[in-house]
Nanobody, 123 residues
Framework: QVQLVEPGGGLVQAGGSLRLSCAAS????????MGWYRQAPGKQRELVAT???????TYADSVKGRFTISRTNAKNTMYLQMNSLKPEDTAVYYC?????????????????WGQGTQVTVSS
């Protein structure tokens, strides 16, 4: 089991910046993909950004150029640097980790989630 803890979050004015972190309870060297998702009130959870163990990243179109995802394996931590924040970025942000393992006959995935942290952007 991997536990993910997300300190950070908070209230910020539009145009401001915030950095989220996601600390894993064990080494993330064995974790293949990590990512950030968010869920606004009344909306479905959506992908924000992902990063592979090799450092490849993807971003939702709505955050490209404003958000940066990164991970520091030595600290077992993933980050989301959010700049030029907009009111529509207001949501609960969740970190996610996916670890693929070999059962002896096939690959299977283990999916872990943080508890979520509130980000509120005021206009």
């Amino acid at each position: 089991q991997v536990q993910l803890v997300e300190p950070g979050g908070g209230l910020v004015q539009a145009g401001g910046s915030l950095r989220l972190s996601c600390a894993a309870s064990q080494s993330i060297f064995s974790i293949n993909d990590m990512g950030w998702y968010r869920q606004a009130p009344g909306k479905q959870r959506e992908l924000v950004a992902t990063i592979t163990s090799g450092g490849s990243t993807t971003y939702a179109d709505s955050v490209k150029g404003r958000f940066t995802i990164s991970r520091t394996n030595a600290k077992n931590t993933m980050y989301l640097q959010m700049n030029s924040l907009k009111p529509e970025d207001t949501a609960v942000y969740y970190c996610n980790a996916v670890r693929r393992r070999w059962s002896g006959s096939s690959w299977f995935s283990e999916d872990y989630w943080g508890q979520g942290t509130q980000v509120t952007v005021s206009s």
